[in-house]
């Protein structure tokens, strides 16, 4: 407990709230240790107004004793020094001595606070068991209680606490003491929270009159800095730190408005001249002497603005944020020197870089005073700010005291120098034994020139090792070119330009084009004093065509080129190259002809456009491109060729190739891509059959893709060494002399060199002026152009999509000279073939072409034929040229003798038969013709090959009315030309007397459409008996429907018919069940199936039939068979067997079976079919083709017992025939046991009188019952 005579300590942290202790000292002193040390041990919530958030604190408290002089007076509204709650001790329990002495006193206390206004009190009666047992006559405890409540406490009974024994360890002295001290925290709390919220109004009333005129800021900054140590009492440093911040925010609007015409008349007294620049104070908790001024309203801009941030700093120390103590401080020093600008305060020259460079290394090394080593290393990103500022400040106060200037200081810099060391006073205690203090640094710094390159070389290279660390190397750079300005004052321009050509890199890179001007200029100075004469022109060249230059600066530095170009070679040395990137841009080539493809000893010419970049004319010399040659022909590189060929893939026009443009700063757009892949592949071929080994791909830029940009550049760029600039030795050169290039676009044309054929490559351009050549070593895109030397070549082709046989047909024939010369007597010699001759007439013409496709003119052909060759004599045509001409030919078409695709049987079935060769979808049939052709450029023919296509496909068929006999062509154009037909005829090719073809087509003339069919028919008419085999000729004329009669073709069809007569008929009668008038569904009905052979057996049909004699008479064993292929009727028992047939004319066997119909309506009859039935020692009399095969496969159900049996099933379906006897069939086959066959009659040879007939089928008349359900 203090003392009477001394002081609560004020304005450091170690604050506490005061509470006074009146009556019983010594009670009161006994029980100090253990009040002191257990209050702030349990957190208490306070609650605050204005919805703030509530927050748990420790509350600590300054007891002293109670004197009146700690009341607070009217007016004061210092919170440090405000007592907050008054206590009075007392241990009475005597009656007497209660009313003698402990009550008088107790009213002169509450007097005097209710006097000064004090509400805030509490009486606290210790209960000791000692006096208890000294004293017999004393009242109760309860009786002293309440007469205190009773004479002090009727309306506020909780400020009279009972205190029982406290400095007993008993748990009755606990429960006693703990809720003293809960009761002890509530209403110090109480007070706090009252009184500062009275102090907040009156604050924010203080405030609001900051309008008013005689408002001081300085007295509201004392104001709120009360409330700012109140918080940091409590520890509760954010709030104490929002304090500050409100005061540092409010300063600078103040000063903003000032700058904008809205002053304040406080304001004055921060405008006064700056008369001491030590920089920032932070290792004081509080600077009292600042403070002071601050109080007294003396205070300078500095003064406030470094009291506030120390302020600041130390409470964010406290709350663990150095780092932004650092950002804070970055703000303010730039802050600060803006609003001394603003509020224009005299300040002596250097001296804000004096209070910048301490206030720097201050604040650096109060971090560092709180922060370990490695948490420095860690977070340098945010001290490398601060490190950079003290930087430049102290290189500003180099250059202002002549500490950088090569000859040192003179008098009036000496002179500035004391007067800046004089406003930084005498140095502060706390720094005065430190050897590295920001103020001893300085004044060494500006002690001599030795000193201050020393620490601000130090200070340089800091910081670039900070920036590096972190990865910012643009920072760094800019430092390095701060150092390199600094080595150029002092006279050291080697250092320098190391310097600068590490920032140039960075802004060429990045696309800085001022900056890069900049820096090059500086460069450009360097190399000039290093005397580096080629570095320095390639620099110049560069500056030269530099659009961020003036005019005058850009003729500078190009006639620094052009008078090293005219100087003598002898007395200069050797030639420089330079890059041509700053001289000039290659913006386009363009190729004549466009194709850039030329044959050997043609002209090729290539017109380039340059743009210059020079300020002035300059007259080359020479400009000249170097070429490669590669001995590779064109074509033999698959899609290479195409790809290099110019324009293709860039959207200019043919022939013409677009370079992309570099600015001529050097500096490359951001973002930009990188070039695209050349890809090309590569084959190599064996030379003598010209056969593939290998293939491969090959990246043509690679040395485009790569190169290394940050720490090496490459050729093509100004930034390289130049001298590695320099032209291929032994290359080909496209070359002119004696131009000149004027600024801007120029045009220079050139002719290629052709004389030997290959690839050839343009890789470099240079511009030669005196002794300087600019190059260009790589032209990028690729730019080729290919020279060929080709060998003759003949190709013949038809002018039509299809040569279509039987018509004569215009080919081409196309003759490319490549380097041979057609002379005179030159032929062509064609073998003639009979089906295919060549048709000529004496008007026939060739034309002359040139390599680029222009007419050069034409001649008569002159074409004499033989028996066997053709010989066209050839014009005169020169070597690279092209000799078109045509000629008729004519395709016979063969006669083709063959049987039908479709044979339409006389019982209605389709016989299927293989389909001829044909031609994709058109379905036409191809001839191929091979013309053998010599050439006199040739000792070998040459075999070409020619492909004819028949317009027509016919195919034939044999229908039968009974016995009367028709033979129907179909003809199918399956071309896509209309043709008219005429003259249709059908003959014998060996007449037979007895027979004759009588026609029945209306019309001897028809059209036939494309893709139509037009079918001729004729009756077969016979006298005794007709022929075993009939061999016809369909033979007609065709043309196109435009042209004359002249131009009709024949066309011929030769078919072969066989087994005209037929030999037997099939009836078929469908019967309803009896007592029914129609059949219906589901009810059984009759089919009765009559089979009658019409005629005796022929000679010929005595060798097909198989024939057996039972006691005289011959028969023939047939099979028949019953199925519907519709599922209209279900054949119930026996739907096939085997008949004898009697070998006699009008012999009839009868088959009846049942069949039930199952559905309604008009339906067709089942199919009914009938085989010839051999047995198995019998040879077939016609071979079956593959479709006879599958029918004989399907329908194979006999074996060597069916004629036994009486039913194949009893009800069968569709299909379920087929299924009959496979298995049994198939095991005696595995056994080897004979089986007879099954063989189809020939077209014609039965005919189905029933065929087409339908029956009336009625529904039938069951009853069906509905179920319905209702619910």
């Not at 110090?188 to 109004?201: P, V």
């Not at 803006?338 to 305060?345: G, M, T």
């Amino acid at each position: 407990m203090e003392s009477l005579e001394e002081k609560p300590i004020i304005y450091t942290m170690e604050n506490k709230p005061i509470v006074t202790c009146a009556g019983d000292q010594a009670l009161f002193t006994a029980l100090y240790s253990s009040l002191a040390q257990q209050l702030p041990r349990e957190p208490m919530e306070w609650r605050r107004s204005y919805g703030r958030a509530p927050k748990m604190i420790h509350l600590e408290a300054n007891f002293v004793q109670f004197k009146e002089e700690l009341l607070p007076k009217e007016g004061n509204k210092a919170l440090l020094t405000f007592p907050f709650l008054h206590i009075y001790w007392t241990d009475c329990c005597d009656t007497e001595t209660y009313k003698a002495s402990v009550k008088e006193d107790m009213l002169r206390w509450q007097s005097t606070l209710r006097h000064h206004g004090s509400a805030d009190w509490l009486i606290v009666v210790v209960e000791s068991d000692g006096k208890k047992k000294n004293k017999t006559n004393i009242l109760p405890r309860t009786s002293i209680m309440d007469k205190i409540r009773n004479d002090f406490c009727n309306k506020q009974s909780d400020r009279c606490v009972s205190l029982s024994d406290p400095l007993k360890e008993s748990s009755r002295s606990q429960e006693s003491w703990n809720s003293f001290l809960t009761k002890l925290r509530t209403l110090l709390l109480m007070s706090f929270t009252k009184n500062l919220g009275r102090f907040e109004d009156d604050m924010r009333t203080l405030r609001e009159k900051r309008t008013e005129p005689g408002w001081s800021f300085c007295d509201y900054f004392m104001v709120q800095e009360e409330l700012a140590f109140v918080f940091e009492m409590l520890q509760q440093f954010e709030d104490a730190l929002v304090q500050y911040d409100e005061l540092d925010a409010l300063f600078t609007q103040y000063v903003l408005n000032f700058g904008a015409g809205d002053g304040a008349n406080w304001l004055s007294s921060f405008c006064q001249p700056v008369k001491s620049w030590s920089g920032l104070v932070l290792r004081r908790p509080i600077d009292m002497e600042k403070r002071e001024l601050i109080q007294r309203g003396e205070a300078s801009l500095l003064d406030l603005r470094s009291y506030l941030f120390s302020r600041q700093c130390t409470l964010l120390i406290f709350l663990n944020r150095p780092w932004e103590v650092t950002q804070r401080a970055l703000e303010l020093l730039h802050n600060c020197v803006q609003e001394l600008r603003l509020l224009e305060v005299s300040v002596v020259q250097g001296a804000l870089d004096c209070w910048v460079f301490l206030s720097c290394l201050e604040v650096l090394h109060r971090i560092e005073g709180c922060c370990e080593r490695a948490q420095l290393e860690t977070n340098s990103s945010h001290t490398v700010g601060l490190w950079t500022y003290a930087t430049e400040k102290l290189k500003c106060l180099g250059y202002l005291c002549g500490l950088v200037s090569e000859n040192g200081p003179n008098s009036e810099d000496l002179n500035r120098t004391v007067d800046l060391l004089a406003g930084l006073g005498t140095e502060r205690p706390e720094t005065a034994n430190s050897l590295q203090s920001p103020y001893k640094k300085l004044k060494e710094a500006l002690s001599s020139v030795e000193t201050f390159e020393k620490h601000y070389l130090e200070l340089s290279h800091a910081a670039m090792e900070m920036y590096s660390a972190i990865g910012r190397l643009r920072s760094a750079r800019l430092v390095g070119k701060s150092l390199a300005e600094f080595y150029m004052r002092k006279g050291d321009p080697q250092s320098a330009e190391n310097f600068l050509q590490d920032s140039l890199k960075s802004y060429v890179a990045e696309g800085w084009s001022l900056p890069v001007t900049h820096t090059r200029k500086q460069i450009a100075e360097c190399q000039k004093r290093l005397q580096k004469t080629e570095d320095y022109l390639q620099t110049s060249a560069l500056l030269a065509s530099d659009a961020n230059l003036t005019d005058e600066e850009r003729k500078h530095f190009c006639q620094e080129i052009l008078t090293f170009a005219n100087q003598t070679t002898g007395s200069q040395g050797r030639n420089v190259g330079l890059s041509m990137t700053a001289f000039a841009q290659l913006r386009e080539l363009q190729f004549l002809p466009p194709a850039a493809l030329v044959h050997v000893g043609a002209t090729l010419q290539l017109e380039l456009r340059l743009w210059s970049l020079m300020p002035v004319p300059v007259r080359l010399e020479h400009l000249a491109a170097s070429v490669h040659f590669n001995l590779e022909q064109p074509g033999s590189r698959g899609t290479a060729a195409a790809q290099r060929r110019p324009g293709q893939g860039q959207g200019t026009a043919e022939g013409t190739v677009q370079f992309s443009t570099i600015s001529p700063s050097g500096a490359a757009p951001l973002g930009a891509p990188p070039p695209a892949l050349e890809l090309y592949e590569i084959q190599d071929r064996s030379p003598s059959d010209n056969s593939l080994n290998s293939a491969g791909v090959v990246c043509k830029n690679v040395h485009l893709l790569l190169r290394r940009h940050d720490s090496a550049a490459s050729l093509d760029t100004p930034n390289a060494s130049t001298s590695a600039i320099a032209m291929e030795d032994g290359a080909q050169m496209l070359k002119t002399n004696d131009v000149t290039l004027l600024p801007g676009n120029n045009s220079i044309l050139f002719t290629a060199p052709t004389q030997k054929p290959g690839t050839y490559t343009l890789r470099q351009l240079c511009a030669t002026v005196g002794r300087v050549q600019f190059v260009l070593p790589h032209i990028y895109p690729i730019v080729q152009y290919d020279v060929y030397s080709q060998e003759p070549q003949l190709s013949i082709e038809p002018l039509t999509d299809n040569l279509l046989a039987g018509l004569p047909q215009k080919v081409k024939f196309t003759i490319v000279t490549g380097h041979y010369t057609v002379k005179k007597g030159d032929a062509l010699q064609l073998s003639n073939t009979d089906s295919m001759p060549i048709l000529h007439t004496s008007s026939c013409s060739a034309r002359i072409l040139s390599s680029t496709g222009e007419l050069v003119g034409e001649s008569a052909l002159s074409i004499q034929s033989s028996e066997k060759v053709t010989s066209i004599s050839l014009p005169l045509t020169p070597p690279y040229h092209t000799l078109e001409f045509q000629l008729d030919v004519l395709c016979h078409i063969p006669s083709a003798l063959g049987r039908a695709e479709n044979e339409r049987l006389t019982n209605g079935e389709v016989r299927h038969r293989t389909k001829s060769r044909s031609r994709g979808n058109s379905k036409m049939a191809s001839i191929d013709q091979k013309v053998s052709i010599d050439c006199p450029w040739s000792i070998y023919s040459t075999l070409i090959s020619l492909t004819f296509y028949i317009p027509f496909k016919a195919k034939h068929s044999l229908l039968s009315a009974g016995k009367r006999k028709y033979i129907q062509v179909c003809l199918h154009n399956v071309s896509d030309t209309n043709f008219r037909l005429a003259s249709q005829t059908l003959t014998e090719r060996q007449q037979t007397p007895s027979l004759q073809l009588h026609a029945l087509n209306a019309k001897t003339h028809q059209l036939v459409y494309s893709k139509q069919w037009v079918f001729c028919l004729w009756e077969v008419r016979w006298i005794t008996e007709p022929p075993p085999c009939l061999q016809c000729v369909f033979s007609a004329s065709f043309a196109p429907v435009d042209s004359p009669d002249s131009a009709l073709k024949p066309y011929s069809y030769d078919f072969q018919v066989e087994r005209i007569s037929t030999l037997y008929s099939l009836k078929a009668e469908i019967r309803p069940a009896a007592g029914e008038q129609h059949c219906r569904t589901g009810a059984l009905c009759g089919l009765e199936v009559s089979i009658t052979r019409l005629t005796e057996p022929s000679d010929a049909e005595r060798e097909d039939e198989e024939f057996t004699e039972n006691e005289g008479l011959r028969t023939t064993r047939l099979m028949y068979e019953v199925v519907d292929n519709n599922s209209n009727w279900a054949v119930c028992g026996k739907s096939s067997g085997v008949v004898s047939m009697p070998v006699a004319a009008m012999a009839t066997h009868k088959v009846q079976m049942e069949i039930m119909p199952l559905f309604a309506g008009n339906l067709p009859f089942p199919s009914i079919k009938v085989f010839k039935y051999l047995p198995h020692s019998a040879t077939p009399a016609i071979q079956p083709d593959t479709d006879s095969c599958l029918e004989n496969d399907n329908l194979s159900l006999l074996d060597k017992g069916l004629e036994d049996q009486a039913d194949t099933a009893s009800l069968r379906s569709r299909g379920s025939v087929h299924s009959l006897g496979s298995n049994e069939q198939q095991q005696q086959q595995q056994r080897g046991l004979p089986m007879p066959r099954l063989e189809p009659f020939s077209p014609g040879q039965v005919f189905n009188c029933s065929q087409g007939r339908q029956v009336l089928v009625l529904p039938g008349t069951d009853d069906h019952i509905l179920e319905v359900n209702v619910t």
